[in-house]
């Protein structure tokens, strides 16, 4: 199993369509996206090239592969408006294993990793996410590599049938 990093540069026809896919999956939507109602869950989102690029001009973006074959993605951006903790310097980082059969390898914790060593890089401290509280296996990931919660959004997405917090998450790198 070899797992490799490319820097997305300008968008391929194979980058689009996965996003598309994984943007589109009623398994993913949730843990992905914040959503206000049921709706939203099952609403449709169309990415294009534009999209993406528009996306580039703040964010640094990753593609995860393994073996060869696109199976994630993730990008991180400085100083967003969104942070819980307004540290100057800080990295919002998401992550997300889009091929179902990629997922519980071990593939997100090696490219975790190897986007906190991206930040550093950049001479960023402070790594701040949020995971939703439904999501377990997220949680216990974060946890294992070394985030800690540091505040909650109070009943922040929708997930069957209720609302949900959204934990807020810090590493210092």
């Given at each position: 199993?070899?797992?490799?990093?490319?820097?997305?540069?300008?968008?391929?026809?194979?980058?689009?369509?996965?996003?598309?896919?994984?943007?589109?999956?009623?398994?993913?939507?949730?843990?992905?996206?914040?959503?206000?109602?049921?709706?939203d869950?099952?609403?449709?989102?169309?990415?294009t090239k534009?999209?993406?690029?528009?996306?580039?001009?703040?964010?640094?973006?990753?593609?995860?592969y393994?073996?060869n074959?696109?199976?994630g993605?993730?990008?991180?951006?400085?100083?967003?408006?969104h942070?819980?903790?307004?540290?100057?310097?800080?990295?919002?980082?998401?992550i997300?294993?889009?091929?179902?059969?990629?997922?519980?390898?071990?593939?997100?914790?090696?490219?975790?990793?190897?986007?906190?060593e991206?930040?550093?890089?950049?001479?960023?401290?402070?790594?701040e996410?949020?995971?939703?509280?439904?999501?377990?296996?997220?949680?216990?990931?974060?946890?294992?590599?070394?985030?800690?919660?540091?505040?909650?959004?109070?009943?922040?997405?929708?997930?069957?049938?209720?609302?949900?917090?959204?934990?807020?998450?810090?590493?210092?790198?």
């Open positions: 199993m070899k797992i490799s990093f490319q820097k997305t540069g300008d968008p391929t026809d194979k980058l689009i369509t996965s996003l598309n896919k994984w943007e589109n999956d009623p398994k993913l939507i949730p843990l992905i996206h914040p959503c206000r109602n049921k709706e869950v099952e609403s449709y989102v169309r990415i534009e999209e993406i690029n528009k996306r580039l001009t703040t964010y640094h973006m990753y593609e995860i393994l073996d074959i696109l199976v993605e993730m990008n991180y951006t400085v100083d967003p408006v942070l819980y903790k307004k540290e100057r310097g800080t990295a919002w980082i998401a997300t294993i889009g091929e179902e059969f990629a997922r519980g390898r071990g593939i997100g914790s090696t490219s975790l990793r190897y986007l906190e991206q930040i550093k890089k950049q001479g960023l401290k402070r790594i996410l949020g995971v939703f509280e439904f999501n377990k296996s997220a949680q216990k990931l974060y946890s294992k590599l070394g985030y800690q919660e540091i505040g909650k959004n109070k009943q922040f997405t929708y997930y069957q049938d209720r609302m949900w917090d959204d934990i807020r998450m810090e590493k210092y790198v």
